[in-house]
């Protein structure tokens, strides 16, 4: 049973008062709303609990008042606190200004549909106008657009009738050729792209498309989906080593992991490791942003270990963010060094969390760090380089974490607080992990969160919802491949579709220089090349 978004405010007492007045009268509207709230809640619980899943925290999240999102603003509005200082004026100022709605997308917003240009019927360039008679007739910049959005199925066939025709002495058969460009090959690599970007990229498991396409009388078995996936990804690897590589010399190196599942999976790290991880790692270096995911055993420090062994010597350390868990932190490495940054949302997601219990501390906490995420937004808006930004910390945001350190050191050092409380452990967590929360004030280019690998990571989580699990090690090892290309055109806003199937068209070229069929620079490499035959 689905719940509705709906907090319904009722205790055990007045819902046992409900029940024994049912037996007396009929119920109110309200009390009806109330009673039917709970049944729905408790056959939610009951769900819950069945699933091995299930977390503390979702069920204290559906029982007990809980914070939908962990937005300063809306946090404090449901601990009834009002910001306070210039941050607070300022959201309770935006909080009057008016929305803006979602209207309808523009016709500039359809880049990947067909274009087609229709002339006037009747008037052409240089005619004289029907209206005045007097005028001549200019096209215009920009031309009048109509969309015209039409379904279809994700993968479509045409059937080729080609006549044949038969001697009727000789009883030779001729037959009609097929068209230019039909090829011999049943599959088009587009038919590959698209199955790998519904399945990897947007969770849609192969039994899921092939009711669909059996439904629109296309039929496409899952069987068939996978040996169109496996095959375009031998084809297009050299792409995702490349990516590696070029990921390796990243200037900031962003990884977590989330769990995984893989039914025969012989165990690199040993028996005595039963977990199986999807890890994603996010590399921003050269304004380029990438992502690769790897699925097995192994921890997201190990993968990013493997992946630093393409780094070049001669560069300096990089930046590596992640959350303070040791697994994601690589093991010390000969010649590699690495520069530590722990996630400011992590620390932060502590206070969230006990908010209720401690409103006013929490405020001071959420409001500290909420001034800290203007400051850096204000960075990126006015388009700051890595010195300006750090420069621009150190003066805005430095005064107030260091207030926040010492706050927090007198919080537990004159016992305001109980160290083991809600409250206690999410300070002392702040200050354990200072100098790693706090790298943004000291190095050029440090972030102040793995949020953009969170947000990488739901591709995987996506995947693992939908399709519950990977059959063998190759399967991952296709899966990941895709994800991290696919994943990668989005960070770059790149249309992974044509991408993909660029890539397999030129396969062969990809495989001699696959640095020039990267998802920023492919559509260059494309245009030279068509130059060159043209020639």
């Known amino acids: 049973m689905k719940l509705t978004a709906d907090t319904i405010d009722v205790s055990i007492q007045e819902l046992e008062t409900l029940v024994d007045d049912a037996r007396k009268q009929p119920l109110n509207e309200e009390n009806h709303r109330k009673l039917k709230g709970a049944i729905e809640t408790l056959a939610e619980l009951a769900r819950m609990l069945a699933d091995q899943e299930t977390t503390l925290s979702q069920l204290r999240a559906l029982l007990l008042k809980t914070p939908t999102t962990e937005k300063t603003e809306q946090t404090l509005k449901r601990a009834e606190i009002e910001p306070t200082g210039k941050a607070g004026k300022d959201k309770k100022a935006d909080r009057k200004k008016k929305r803006k709605g979602h209207g309808r997308k523009p016709a500039s917003a359809f880049a990947g549909a067909r274009k087609v240009d229709v002339a006037h019927p009747t008037l052409k360039r240089g005619d004289r106008c029907a209206e005045c008679g007097k005028g001549k007739l200019y096209p215009l910049k920009e031309p009048g ?11 479509q066939a045409t059937v080729y009738r080609l006549e044949r025709l038969r001697c009727n002495l000789c009883q030779e058969v001729f037959e009609a050729p ?15 792209s698209m199955a790998a970007i519904l399945k990897y990229g947007n969770g849609v498991p192969f039994h899921r498309l092939e009711g669909l396409q059996e439904n629109l009388g296309i039929p496409l078995p899952a069987s068939t989906q996978w040996a169109m996936v496996e095959a375009a990804a031998e084809s297009i690897a050299p792409a995702h080593e490349e990516l590696m590589r070029q990921a390796a010399q990243g200037e900031v190196l962003y990884n977590d992991d989330t769990t995984g599942r893989i039914l025969q999976l012989k165990r690199e790290t040993g028996e005595d490791r039963t977990g199986v991880f999807t890890s994603g790692i996010v590399a921003t270096a050269a304004q380029q942003k990438m992502a690769l995911f790897f699925t097995g055993d192994k921890h997201a420090g190990e993968n990013l270990a493997d992946v630093l062994k393409r780094r070049a010597a001669d ?20 010649g590699l060094e690495l520069l530590l940054a722990n996630c400011l949302t992590h620390g932060r997601r502590n206070f969230v969390g006990v908010i209720d219990n401690f409103p006013n501390e929490c405020r ?3 409001e500290t760090l909420g001034e800290v995420y203007g400051a850096d937004e204000v960075a990126r808006e006015q388009g700051m380089t890595s010195a300006e930004r750090l420069a621009y910390h150190q003066a805005q945001s430095g005064p107030r974490m260091e207030e926040l350190r010492q706050w927090g050191e007198r919080q537990l050092a004159e016992r305001k607080v109980e ?10 967590y702040l200050l354990k992990h200072w100098e790693k929360l706090t790298l943004f004030l000291r190095r050029e280019g440090a972030p102040l969160d793995n949020n953009i690998c969170e947000r990488a990571l739901k591709k995987a989580i996506l995947h693992r919802k939908n399709a519950l699990f990977y059959k063998t090690r190759n399967g991952a090892r296709v899966g990941d491949l895709f994800m991290s290309l696919i994943h990668t055109c989005e960070l770059c806003g790149v249309n992974s579709f044509d991408y993909l199937t660029e890539l397999q068209r030129h396969a062969a070229e990809l495989q001699r220089n696959p640095r020039e069929w990267m998802p920023w620079n492919y559509r260059a490499t494309l245009e030279r090349t068509n130059a060159d035959r043209a020639a």
Request: charged share 25%; hydrophobic share 35%.
């Open 178 to 192: 097929a068209p230019k460009g039909v090829g011999e090959d049943k599959y088009d690599e587009t038919s590959a």
């Open 315 to 334: 560069l300096p350390p990089a930046i590596q963010m992640c959350d303070a868990l040791s697994r994601n932190v690589p093991k010390r490495m000969r």
């Open 364 to 366: 001071y906490v959420l």
């Open 145 to 155: 657009v109509r969309v015209r959005i039409v379904g279809q199925a994700p993968i």
């Open 419 to 428: 160290p083991n409380s809600g409250l206690g452990k999410a300070i002392r």
